[in-house]
């Protein structure tokens, strides 16, 4: 009868420690569901920001390093009989092929990483620092997409007396679409790559071939 009693006991109290146990984990799972929601927006948002922009300048530097284009490939500076600065003529189809080998470049590069996922340290959740990357981790899903376009700007710098630096940038804008199973966001974002550029001597002309220019 003692030992049945005693059984009986060890029974209650292993009852109440599983029940405990489980309570625990039930609340904890709750807890990070609860933060989840918030944390999630803002990790996959950061993630797919970082991805997407070195997706894409490493894309468009690859392909400037590969067409290697120089400042006199691309334009050519007119001087008159006396010395000065007549015009500038750009090429417009090395131009066109510029912009469409880079768009087509990083098109391709964001394609790669269209699936994605960040894993999220549990401690994240106790906003306190020193456990931020504490635990486990829960792991989240997302898919990259986007379109982009692409301009070439010219623009002029002052030098020196009578010098002018003459600077041929590209300049692509790229719209990103960032999905997941709860969420979607968009991030657009415009990136500045330096083609070429050449010291002019003399008066800037206002004639300057097909591109744009800024001051």
């Not at 997409?145 to 940038?169: C, L, Y």
């Amino acid at each position: 009868m003692l030992y049945y009693r005693h059984r009986k006991r060890k029974f209650k109290i292993l009852r109440r420690i599983l029940l405990s146990t489980f309570l625990i984990i039930l609340s904890f799972i709750i807890f990070c569901e609860v933060h989840l929601s918030d944390f999630r927006p803002e990790y996959i948002r950061i993630q797919a920001e970082i991805l997407s922009v070195n997706s894409v300048c490493d894309a468009a530097n690859s392909t400037l390093e590969k067409l290697g284009y120089s400042y006199d490939d691309i334009a050519k500076i007119k001087y008159t009989t006396d010395g000065k600065v007549q015009a500038i003529e750009t090429d417009s189809i090395k131009i066109n092929k510029i912009k469409s080998e880079i768009t087509k470049s990083v098109q391709k590069e964001i394609a790669k990483v269209y699936d994605n996922e960040i894993d999220i340290p549990i401690g994240a959740f106790t906003n306190i620092t020193v456990l931020s990357n504490w635990g486990p981790s829960i792991t989240l899903s997302f898919n990259l997409t986007g379109s982009f376009s692409s301009e070439i700007v010219s623009t002029f710098e002052q030098a020196g007396i009578n010098q002018t630096v003459h600077h041929i940038r590209l300049m692509l804008t790229s719209k990103i679409m960032t999905t997941s199973l709860d969420y979607s966001g968009n991030i657009t974002f415009t990136t500045d790559f330096e083609i070429a550029q050449s010291v002019i001597v003399g008066e800037i002309p206002s004639s300057y071939g097909n591109l744009y220019r800024t001051y």
